[in-house]
């Protein structure tokens, strides 16, 4: 079946622009993760999805971040007023359930702000 | 704060040889650990999941130890190959086991040469 995507795979913007970066988590998967990669370093938590409700959100930098998951299953990250160090790769995650289980990732979303 | 520290100098070997990576963890002890692999422009694949009450794991050839006394993983892939090549990411499940939430390592990168 169909892995996690996400759309787009690259997104340019200036600074101070607003953006969307969606994610189609795998079809039954009621556990959604957004992290956010830095060259050279790990994926970094930013908030995590249950269902339809941000169960975690401690890993927002701010409040120009707001993700949303309306019918549970495709999310939506939202960055308002983007700064040129929110240029970063930002992947999506999905689990069948919380807890130790599996993330499977999709290819992630290139955010450059100019 | 929850750290997780990996090697992030680059490990290069040679074909056949046992590759062995180290994960390190501080302040507390998480209920699991996840390795994962990542491809330059890919999200990163799970590759396996050790529980806190498990002293070994293993995958063909992969191999995964635990220590809680140590605060320490080591990865080990036996009989590398070029296609093992790859940055190698650690990650754990925080103070909260129930949640999925996953704090990475920086990653170490693989480089297996021929």
């Known amino acids: 079946g169909a892995g996690v995507s996400q759309t787009p795979s690259n997104k340019v913007t200036e600074k101070g622009k607003y953006v969307e970066l969606r994610c189609d988590p795998i079809?039954?998967?009621?556990?959604l993760y957004w992290y956010r990669q830095s060259l050279g370093q790990g994926p970094e938590f930013l908030i995590y999805?249950?269902?339809?409700?941000?169960?975690?959100d401690s890993g927002l930098p701010n409040d120009r971040f707001f993700a949303v998951r309306p019918e549970g299953s495709v999310s939506t990250l939202k960055i308002q007023r983007t700064e040129r160090g929110d240029s970063a790769v930002y992947l999506c995650?999905?689990?069948?359930?919380?807890?130790?289980?599996?993330?499977?990732f999709g290819p992630g979303t290139r955010l450059t702000v100019t | 704060s929850q750290k997780i520290e990996q090697n992030s100098e680059a490990l290069n070997i040679q074909e056949g040889k046992t590759a062995t990576l180290t994960c390190n963890y501080t302040?507390?002890?998480?209920?699991?650990l996840q390795w994962y692999r990542q491809d330059p422009g890919r999200g990163p694949v799970f590759l396996l999941l050790?529980?806190?009450?498990?002293k070994e794991k293993r995958k063909e050839r992969l191999k995964v130890t635990f220590d809680t006394t140590l605060k320490q993983s080591l990865f080990h892939i036996t009989a590398s190959q070029p296609a093992d090549s790859a940055t190698y990411l650690c990650?754990?499940?925080?103070?909260?086991?129930?949640?999925?939430?996953?704090?990475f390592g920086q990653g170490t990168t693989l480089q297996v040469k021929p």
């Open positions: 995650a999905s689990s069948l359930s919380p807890g130790a289980y599996e993330q499977y």
């Open positions: 079809s039954g998967h009621t556990a």
């Open positions: 999805f249950q269902g339809t409700g941000a169960a975690d």
């Open positions: 302040n507390y002890s998480p209920a699991y």
């Open positions: 050790i529980r806190e009450n498990e």
């Open positions: 990650a754990h499940s925080g103070g909260s086991s129930n949640t999925g939430k996953l704090i």
